[in-house]
């Protein structure tokens, strides 16, 4: 049987649809988030971050959402494409200068439907 | 331009070998990190060095892991009597400056048999 590992929750979107990926993170004293996209059989590549003094930054067809209140992070792409069909990472850290270390959550896998 | 380059792509090795797993970072980038990636999971983290000293070693799992950046550029990550349980992606990371966004190799994948 498939091992519990391979259960990451899973958005599925038509092409040219807009996606929506959310992140709950756990530490109140992070100030400085990022969204990576990691291909199959790839590293994590960077896609946008964002710092705790901000609330919304927008990059090329994506928006980076933070809610420090609920501790909440989301990932908005803008009219999907086949190509964004990969696994995407939150990850966050302290810029405190104690630890240089980034916690990345789980993973959501988005897959794009032509 | 070049990216965070790791070899080998692939490892395979018995259970109680030693491995040793390359990363060269980006050339500049000061900073330098070995995650390691179970499948399904995201990546944890190991070690962080900045320039040539370990500056945070506190995700190693235990003192079989060790890593070296003799000279500030390339590191090394070096595994003693590997055991089943270290099979996993080890992902090597490096950023110009401690707090720029993190650039990822595309690990080498460790089986232990």
């Known amino acids: 049987g498939e091992s519990v590992g391979l259960h990451l929750p899973t958005l599925s979107v038509q092409e040219g649809d807009n996606s929506i990926i959310n992140c709950a993170y756990s530490?109140?004293?992070?100030?400085?988030f990022i969204w990576y996209k990691q291909e199959s059989g790839k590293g994590p590549q960077f896609i946008i971050d964002?710092?705790?003094?901000?609330d919304k930054r927008q990059g090329q067809r994506v928006t980076v959402l933070l809610n420090k209140t609920v501790k909440h992070l989301s990932l908005q792409i803008a009219a999907t494409q086949p190509g964004d069909s990969a696994v995407y990472f939150c990850?966050?850290?302290?810029?405190?200068?104690?630890?240089?270390?980034?916690?990345f959550g789980t993973g959501t896998l988005l897959a794009v439907q032509p | 331009g070049a990216g965070v380059s790791q070899t080998p792509s692939n490892k395979v090795t018995e259970k109680g070998k030693y491995v040793e797993l390359r990363c060269d970072p980006i050339s500049g980038h000061t900073a330098l990190y070995w995650y390691r990636q179970s499948l399904g999971q995201g990546p944890e983290f190991l070690i962080y060095f900045q320039g040539t000293g370990a500056a945070d070693d506190s995700g190693l799992p235990n003192d079989r892991f060790f890593a070296v950046r003799p000279e500030g550029s390339v590191s090394t990550l070096k595994i003693q009597r590997t055991e089943r349980g270290d099979s996993a992606v080890y992902l090597c990371a490096s950023s110009l400056m401690p707090n720029s966004p993190l650039h990822f190799g595309n690990g080498t994948r460790l089986t232990v048999t």
């Open positions: 990850a966050e850290k302290g810029l405190d200068g104690a630890t240089n270390k980034l916690i």
């Open positions: 530490n109140s004293a992070s100030d400085y």
């Open positions: 964002i710092r705790s003094n901000m």
